[in-house]
Nanobody, 118 residues
C-alpha cells in the first residue's frame, strides 16, 4: 500500500504559481501501469480531479484546468509535483495527491490546505 504526503506553502498570492510536492513511500512511482493524481476540494464543493502522471511519465489533465496545470516527477526521490499557474482566490482548496488515475484512487495523502490571498 502506498503512503503519500503532500508538502508546499499554505498561502499563495494571486497571479503566482502554486507548487506542491507529493512524497510517495512503499511503492515506486515507476511501478508498471501505476498512475499518480492530484485532486482538490474547494470549500463547500466536491472533489475536482486535476490530472495525473503515469509510470512512464505521460501526463493527463482535466479540461477545466488544463491550460494552467502541469504535473512533473522526480523518480530519484520518488515524488511528483503539481504546478498551477496564475492562481486566483477560486483556487483556494484542500489539495490531495492520490495513487490512481481518473476516479480510480486507491490511496490518498492527508491533504494540504492552500489559500490564495493577497
Amino acid at each position: 500500500q502506498a503512503q503519500l504526503q503532500e508538502s508546499g506553502p499554505g498561502l499563495v498570492k494571486p497571479s503566482q504559481t502554486l507548487s506542491l510536492t507529493c512524497i510517495v513511500s512503499d511503492v515506486s512511482i515507476t511501478t508498471t501501469y501505476s498512475a499518480w493524481s492530484w485532486v482538490r476540494q474547494p470549500p463547500g464543493k466536491g472533489l475536482e480531479w486535476m490530472g495525473f502522471i503515469t509510470s512512464d511519465g505521460t501526463t493527463y489533465y482535466g479540461p477545466s484546468l488544463k491550460s494552467r496545470t502541469s504535473i512533473s516527477r522526480d523518480t530519484s526521490n520518488n515524488q511528483f509535483s503539481l504546478h498551477l499557474t496564475s492562481v486566483t482566490p477560486e483556487d483556494t482548496a484542500v489539495y490531495y495527491c492520490a495513487r490512481g488515475g481518473f476516479q480510480t484512487w486507491s490511496a490518498w495523502g492527508q491533504g494540504t490546505r492552500v489559500t490564495v490571498s493577497s
